[in-house]
């Protein structure tokens, strides 16, 4: 990405490498952040890829070394220092009128960059997604900038006061309005959903709970509808806004959904102890149906395909009823489980059939395995492994590559790998398969790009500092 490198690889693999106990290729990580890693450098590079990644990776290698005494020294500041310098940079990029962040940011000039494409505006998921990664910054260091710049962005999206909560996938960084009807739960949307639940759990605020509740409640009338044979629950998109007719595709990034619907209604806990609470109700059950319905649907993206791994996009099979406005009222019919039926409701389009090697689906089977003890959960996932342990290796084994067509064995391969691979993809497999203990859901809390961050309890100025306007 530059000449100097920024470390793309290497620091968005730092965390697993801990998790993973790989001693000797972290040292050599560390040395290489310590010694020739500089963020004063003339380059653009994307707000909210370079938070997720690199302020999150930086930020989480802060917080494991602190517990993970066998990989570090309790001293290493190293990571701590490298977070700060970053996000004093990326700080630019919210010096916009309405203080929505531009797209990019030029790290060593310190200014924002507003979108080349899209009319200027910024996509919704990378203005919403960057609130756990400055709040923990504010919360290490004490100093509120970072806490308020990120709320900030929320409060101008949630004072549009959209129905249902849902939100058009594009913004604009100096008006602060939406610039397209579009509404969905994958590309340009899917994580400012994801982390409406995880700041309240990251630090209690519950002003995102409620924002997170009225979303849920907002997929459910506009979002989710099924497939015409399986029944297979789905989640649609919104071409044109709410009170239109839904197109009948998914994204694979959508399936980061099950697991955070489980998570947001257990807030960590397992489903056991979650309903031996007092607030637990039939709406939570009702949530916890929910997610285990389009967990389902994920895993049958991979179980459709010739390789066993999934499309970037899926295309359902879906009757006309079924993808008219305002599903809310419909009653939901008994979802087949026939790999046949499957079958007939996927449909693969060539453009579509990449496989990046995601991780969303390892990520809510790691969550549903957590939280219901289910072991299918684990046994899909093993699937999965599988799948790309055979399909996705390079040639000669010393690699791991994205995928061309999934629908053909051998598959046909890229020559490219992303790096959440290593930070997610294969860090949400090991903790799958990690004792339960390990990492756990009511400690930590995962930043979207799979990075963990501590649930902490804000002290002095760091609390909400803004109120939702009456809908
Ligand atoms: C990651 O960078 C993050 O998970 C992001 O939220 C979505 N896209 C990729 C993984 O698919």
């Not at 319905?293 to 009823?321: H, N, Q, R, S």
């Not at 389009?349 to 289910?374: C, W």
């Not at 993809?425 to 400690?443: G, Q, R």
Request: hydrophobic residues 40%; glycine residues 6%.
């Amino acid at each position: 990405m530059s000449p100097k490198g920024l470390g793309w690889i290497i620091i968005d693999s730092l965390d697993t490498m801990m998790l993973m106990n790989l001693t000797e290729p972290l040292a050599e990580a560390r040395k290489w952040l310590h010694r020739e890693l500089t963020w004063d450098q003339d380059q653009d590079v994307n707000t909210f890829e370079t938070t997720i990644r690199m302020m999150g990776g930086l930020l989480s290698a802060h917080y494991l070394s602190t517990q993970l005494p066998d990989i570090s020294s309790k001293r290493d500041s190293v990571y701590l220092a490298k977070a700060i310098d970053l996000a004093d940079r990326l700080l630019a990029g919210f010096e916009s009128q309405s203080g929505i962040p531009y797209a990019s940011v030029n790290l060593g000039k310190k200014v924002g960059i507003q979108s080349h494409a899209d009319g200027g505006a910024s996509s919704t998921a990378e203005a919403a997604t960057v609130q756990l990664e400055m709040k923990y910054l504010s919360h290490l260091t004490g100093n509120d900038v970072y806490w308020r710049r990120a709320e900030k962005v929320i409060e101008v999206l949630d004072a549009q006061k959209m129905e249902g909560g849902l939100l058009p996938i594009f913004v604009h960084a100096e008006y602060g309005v939406f610039t397209t009807r579009e509404i969905r739960l994958g590309s340009r949307g899917d994580s400012y959903y994801e982390y409406l639940p995880k700041q309240y759990l990251q630090t209690g605020e519950s002003i995102y709970l409620d924002m997170w509740n009225e979303a849920l409640e907002g997929m459910k009338s506009h979002l989710i509808t099924e497939t015409k044979h399986s029944k297979l629950k789905f989640v649609a998109e919104l071409p044109l806004g709410v009170g239109d007719t839904l197109s009948p595709k998914m994204d694979h990034l959508v399936c980061f959904l099950p697991g955070t619907i489980a998570l947001a209604a257990t807030q960590g806990r397992t489903l056991a102890e979650a309903r031996k609470s007092l607030e637990w109700t039939e709406q939570h059950e009702e949530d916890m149906n929910l997610a285990a319905e389009l967990m389902k649907t994920c895993w049958g993206m991979y179980a459709v395909t010739e390789t066993g791994l999934a499309p970037e996009i899926a295309w359902f099979e879906a009757a006309d009823d079924d993808l008219k406005p305002d599903l809310g009222s419909r009653r939901w019919r008994r979802t087949s489980n026939s790999l046949r039926n499957w079958k007939k409701d996927f449909i693969i389009k060539p453009l579509d059939a990449h496989n990046l090697q995601r991780p969303e689906t390892v990520e809510s089977l790691f969550m549903m395995y957590r939280i219901t003890g289910d072991n299918m959960y684990r046994e899909w996932g093993w699937k999965i492994f599988q799948a790309f342990q055979k399909h996705t290796k390079t040639t000669f084994g010393d690699g791991y590559t994205s995928l061309e067509d999934v629908r053909t064995v051998p598959p046909k391969t890229r020559d490219n790998m992303e790096s959440f691979w290593l930070a997610e993809t294969l860090k949400y497999l090991h903790l799958l398969f990690s004792s339960e203990d390990y990492m756990p859901l009511t400690e930590v809390v995962f930043n979207t790009e799979a990075h963990p961050l501590p649930r902490f309890t804000p002290q002095g100025n760091l609390k909400t500092g803004w109120m939702r306007m009456p809908r």
